[in-house]
């Protein structure tokens, strides 16, 4: 089955601070999502980005479906961003397969 | 809109005792609703598909006796942890979907299963 890896694996950076966050897919896909999981486990939609590029406030994302990636970009990163990002890719039967996740926790 | 709802948000049982999580779509009709576990720092898994008023279709390695889904309506499904033991323990988390023109899941809040 397709593979979903993303990188780095954990993130501490200090506030204020811009991060990129990396997602890679080992086949073609119909659809990628970015999703933050808060602290209390809730999953939270940011993008919807099969490809091209979409921006919402510090954050935006870019995919390049030809070569099988996407990228989270955080700007001015908050404490309030700490969590885990995961990506999630769609291939034909509509059913998710979330990547490996990436841990970022924003110091004060 | 697009709100997805889970009771309970915790629950602590005895081994061998069954749960049952629900999982509601307060302001939209799911055609499909998913569910998946999510063991400690780990990524989320997908158990199961249901449709409303048909079978659910379980993951490969995941026991359908164990795990029983029940999509009754548009806005409510089940997942009953039967016998449960302490591996089950976890955090199950659904979704929910209308197709309305994307494949795009809303997801529930999750309950934290602990079995002692």
Known sequence: ???????????????????????????????????????????????????????????????????????????????T???????????????????????????? | GAVVSQ?????????????????RSLDFQATTMFWYRQFPKQSLMLMATSNEGSKATYEQGVEKDKFLINHASLTLSTLTVTSAHPEDSSFYICSASNWGGTDTQYFGPGTRLTVL
Do not use: M
């Open chain 1, 1 to 79: 089955g397709i593979q979903v890896e993303q990188s780095p694996p954990d993130l501490i950076l200090q506030e204020g601070a811009n991060s990129t966050l990396r997602c890679n897919f080992s086949d073609s896909v119909n659809n990628l999502q970015w999703f933050h999981q808060n602290p209390w486990g809730q999953l939270i939609n940011l993008f919807y980005i099969p490809s091209g590029t979409k921006q919402n406030g510090r954050l935006s994302a870019t995919t390049v479906a030809t070569e099988r990636y996407s990228l989270l970009y955080i700007s001015s990163s908050q404490t």
């Open chain 1, 81 to 108: 961003d700490s969590g885990v990002y995961f990506c999630a890719v769609v291939r034909g039967t509509y059913k998710y397969i979330f990547g490996t996740g990436t841990r970022l926790k924003v110091l004060a």
């Open chain 2, 7 to 23: 009771h309970p948000s915790w629950v602590i049982c005895k081994s061998g005792t069954s749960v049952k999580i629900e999982c």
